[in-house]
């Protein structure tokens, strides 16, 4: 598998375009950022046709490229069910603060244990709630996008609407500490020591998993 890492807008999320092998154009998109320039650019220089956009969560750092992203390429959007109401929901001033426009609705919702399929590539969703309410993240064998729920040496916030503490735990615990420790963590932010980790390296590490 092929994963290719664009850095997108003012909050400097994480942008993934994941194909099967290097010769593959047909791609799937993991956040489109705020202002998903770069990331357009980066998908015509290399001929790259993005199937799908899907979404960690339902915040405007991660969604407010989707308008232009699905104008340009047509790809469609998904999203956790929980977090699908957020797309269109969130207020005009926020929007205005960080600069984005709204998102249309979601092509299609999906819930813990479903899978996004491209090609050989099958992304299996983890539903990992406590950033927001329908947070998830994406597991392939050696690989897994977490989103803005485990970050390299952190997790992701808990006190915005929604959050949860206790429930983010949770969701760490059950739903990625258990995979593979040798699986490589994909964040949607890179706010630690690298830009990326292993499982077994937050296990050991990370201050908030203990």
Avoid: W
Avoid at 168 to 193: F, N
């Amino acid at each position: 598998m092929k994963i290719d890492t664009i850095v997108l807008g003012d909050l400097e999320a994480n942008c993934y375009c994941v194909r099967k092998t290097n010769k593959e154009r047909k791609c799937l998109i993991i956040d489109p950022g705020l202002q998903p320039e770069p990331l357009i650019r980066f998908l015509k220089a290399n001929a790259y046709d993005p199937v799908s956009i899907i979404l960690t969560h339902g915040h405007v750092d991660h969604i407010g490229g989707n308008q232009e992203m699905k104008d340009k390429t047509g790809a469609q959007i998904i999203i956790h069910r929980d977090d699908a109401d957020m797309l269109v929901s969130t207020p005009a001033m926020i929007l205005r603060m960080f600069g984005a426009k709204p998102s249309p609705a979601a092509d299609r919702t999906v819930a813990d244990g479903d899978v996004i399929a491209l090609g050989g590539i099958s992304l299996k969703v983890l539903h990992t709630p406590g950033h927001s309410p329908g947070s998830m993240s994406l597991y392939t064998e050696g690989f897994v996008f977490t989103g803005d729920t485990l970050f390299v040496g952190g997790v992701g916030r808990t006190d915005l609407p929604g959050g949860s503490g206790q429930v983010m735990a949770r969701s760490i615990r059950e739903k990625l500490c258990t995979l593979p420790d040798e699986t490589k963590v994909m964040p949607g932010h890179h706010y630690g020591s690298a830009p990326t980790s292993t499982i077994g390296s937050e296990k050991a590490s990370n201050p908030f998993l203990r």
